[in-house]
Structures are given as C-alpha cells and as structure tokens.
C-alpha cells in the first residue's frame, strides 16, 4: 500500500505489530522513538497515534463541511430568490 515515497514501518506492540505509513524523515523520527520501546512505553505510542488519528479524521471531515458550505453559498447567491409577494387579483 506504500505510494510514491511513504515507507512501511513496522511498529512492534506486544505480540502484534502496527503499520504505519509514513514519509522517510517521519520513518527515521518513528526509529528513534521506538528504539528501546517496551510493552507500556508501546501502548502509550498506540494511544497518542489513535488519538492523532481521530484528531486527523475530524479535521477532514471539518474541511470538507467547510468546503460543501461555501459551495452552497455560491450556489445560493448563483440563484436570485426572491419571495413571490402578493397575487394578482382574478377579474370576476
């Protein structure tokens, strides 16, 4: 799943390991700080990643609201509305 220059690091917690893709200057920074890394120390790493996952997700998620608000403004002033007022009388 590696694109383009993201490199597969593979970060041990435990019996499992987690995958982490990243750029080689955030690979080299993730070597070092998993260099003597045991089982608590790796628990708290998975902890702050989930949490900087989350924090990720919802400022995408922000964004796109952001993006889809401004486009339905534009679309809003694109379509002139204006209230129909009072209909004309019928002749009898």
Known sequence: MATGKNKKNLIPIGDKSIAVYASPRISAAMEIVIEDMNLIKGVKLAQVL??????????GA??????MHLSF???EKA????????????KP
Not at 50 to 59: M, N
Not at 62 to 67: L, N, T, V
Not at 79 to 90: E, I, L, S, T
């Open 50 to 59: 989930e949490a900087v996952y989350a924090q990720g997700k919802k400022d």
């Open 62 to 67: 922000r964004a796109a609201f952001d993006a």
């Open 73 to 75: 403004k534009d679309a």
């Open 79 to 90: 379509v002139p509305h204006r209230n129909p007022g009072k209909p004309k009388k019928k």
